[in-house]
C-alpha cells in the first residue's frame, strides 16, 4: 500500500525557514518524480517543486524561486522541500506527491503558517 507522510510544518515568523520531509513506502521511490503542491482555502492545489527520479533535476513555481529547495533521498525513500525567506503567502497546507501514468498519490498534508 501506498503511503506518503509529511511532517515538518509549523508556525514561523516572517523570514524564517522551514524543512518538510515526506516519507514515502509501498513503491520503488527511486523510480519516480515527486512533487510538492501547496493549498489554501479557496484555492486549487498550485504545484510548488518537482524533482526528477533519475537526474534529480528541479524545477519551481516562480513564486518559489530562489526561496525553495526540493530534494530527495533514495536510500531514505524521503523527498524535502528547504523553504527559506518565508512569507505570509507561503502559508498553506504542503502536499507531496507521486504522479505517473496510473499513478495519482497524495499524503495527508502538513500545515505551514507564516505568521508574526
Known amino acids: 500500500q501506498v503511503q506518503l507522510v509529511e511532517s515538518g510544518g509549523g508556525l514561523v515568523q516572517p523570514g524564517g525557514s522551514l524543512r518538510l520531509s515526506c516519507a514515502a513506502s509501498?513503491?520503488?521511490?527511486?523510480?519516480?518524480?515527486m512533487r510538492w503542491y501547496r493549498q489554501t482555502p479557496g484555492k486549487e492545489r498550485e504545484l510548488v517543486a518537482i524533482i526528477t527520479s533519475t537526474t534529480s533535476s528541479t524545477n519551481y513555481a516562480d513564486s518559489v524561486k530562489g526561496r525553495f529547495t526540493i530534494s530527495r533521498d533514495n536510500a531514505k525513500n524521503t523527498v524535502y522541500l528547504q523553504m527559506n525567506s518565508l512569507k505570509p503567502e507561503d502559508t498553506a497546507v504542503y502536499y507531496c506527491?507521486?504522479?505517473?501514468?496510473?499513478?495519482?498519490?497524495w499524503g495527508q498534508g502538513t500545515q505551514v503558517t507564516v505568521s508574526s
Open positions: 509501498g513503491f520503488t521511490f527511486s523510480n519516480y518524480a
Open positions: 506527491n507521486r504522479r505517473s501514468p496510473g499513478y495519482d498519490d
